[in-house]
């Protein structure tokens, strides 16, 4: 009993060990164990590296008024200033990065079906479109503003010269009649 | 209250109530007397914290939640078995010291393969980004270029050589792993990254198990 519980242990982690390294040089070892994968079992350790993120993504939109003029972009406030507390407890770091994922992932499957050369409208069925609709939708709409369009801009929030860049446009959103 | 706050309240919500009960397993552990019961209890609770918070959300999880989840499910197993054969327990030990060392190895020579790291644009890049980046921090690195190489090659360096773990010398591990907690801590102050500290800072008894039994075969 005791040789098969130590076997069994030791075949399991020599294979999730044997794993964990090959899914440092390739994506497909960690798609053979797609469930451990979403758990967080398969580990990619390469952090920051080779392209490290080096800018922030915003959201904004900008509203279309009943006489058909569209007024200049807004900003979604979706990214939280750091404390210095946040060294200790960081639990808004968590809703950060789910932003981030959502809208690094959007950027992502837009630019994939752009390069296969799919209808793009079928983005707005994800997830990650349908989130940030949501967060843009639910920004204070003046009577006048009868659609919406949520834009992703890029910059670098602390360079000399953080010039801004669209990365994404949205359709124009109609909202109801009488919803507010 | 901002629209982002208000569409993830709920999961913001069970996301700090499973980061207090992730909190209290550990604490269970450090002031109980006894130890053998809550090596069995603890990783289930912080399994359990970890899985449910990835099955009710999309994404947000990074690095440091990953080698939590790693440790919480081979220790959940390897340690109440470990009461019946205790070289279960070593092997779980063993295993979560090899993950260690391959996370950071893996991490050193990823970026040594970059040109943006080699060049110090990675760290210049990083630190400019409000999600994490400071502002003085930022300008100071964008100030001096040669700083954010520095910065560069010591995490490179540090990282990497954490492949030799297992063989070097106790007292090189020693001082190895205490360049990395000072990185961890350096990263949870400038970069907010306090999750790695304490998931990473945690593996360094296994490492240090794991060079001592390398040590003695050799």
């Not at chain 2, 959940?76 to 070593?90: F, K, N, Q, S």
Request: some cysteine.
């Amino acid at each position: 009993m005791r040789f098969l519980l130590l076997s069994g242990v030791g075949v399991w982690l020599s294979v999730w060990f044997a794993v964990s390294v090959a899914a440092q040089f390739s994506d497909r070892a960690g798609d053979l164990f797609p469930r451990s994968k979403r758990l967080g079992l398969i580990p990619l350790w390469t952090f920051f590296a080779p392209h490290p993120g080096v800018h922030d993504l915003h959201l904004l939109y900008r509203d279309r008024l009943r006489s058909g003029e569209v007024r200049e972009p807004s900003y979604v406030p979706t990214i939280d200033s750091r404390r210095l507390r946040h060294s200790l407890w960081n639990p808004e770091k968590f809703r950060n990065k789910v932003l981030s994922d959502l809208a690094d992932s959007l950027v992502e499957q837009y630019s994939h079906l752009v390069k296969e050369g799919r209808d793009v409208r079928v983005i707005m069925l994800s997830t990650s479109y349908l989130v940030m609709a949501n967060l843009a939708m639910k920004m204070p709409r003046p009577a006048e503003v009868v659609a919406r369009q949520f834009i992703l801009a890029r910059d670098k929030t602390f360079e000399t010269s953080p010039a801004r860049e669209v990365v994404f446009l949205s359709e124009f959103h109609r909202f109801d009649e009488g919803g507010r | 209250m901002a629209p982002a706050r208000m569409l993830l309240k709920k999961t913001d919500t069970l996301h700090r109530v499973l980061l207090v009960m992730r909190l209290m397993a550990g604490l269970a552990l450090l002031l109980s007397p006894a130890v053998i019961l809550l090596a069995g209890a603890w990783p289930v609770v912080a399994l359990a914290t970890l899985l449910a918070g990835r099955l009710v959300v999309y994404g947000g999880d990074d690095g440091s939640d990953q080698m939590l989840t790693i440790m919480s499910l081979t220790f959940a197993v390897a340690l109440p078995l470990g009461l019946v054969d205790e070289r279960i327990a070593r092997a779980g030990v063993y295993f979560i010291g090899a993950q260690a060392c391959l996370a950071y190895s893996a991490a050193g020579i990823a970026k040594l393969l970059s040109p943006d790291w080699r060049s110090g644009v990675a760290i210049r890049g990083i630190l400019s980004t409000r999600t994490y980046g400071l502002k003085r921090v930022a300008v100071t690195v964008q100030r001096y270029p040669a700083l954010a190489l520095t910065l560069a090659v010591a995490t490179v360096a540090f990282e990497s050589t954490f492949l030799l773990a297992p063989v070097l010398p106790s007292v090189a591990l020693l001082v190895l792993l205490a360049v990395a907690a000072m990185f961890h801590v350096s990263t949870a102050v400038a970069m907010g990254l306090n999750g790695f500290f304490w998931s990473f800072v945690a593996t360094y008894p296994a490492v240090i198990f794991l060079n001592e039994s390398v040590g003695a075969l050799l």
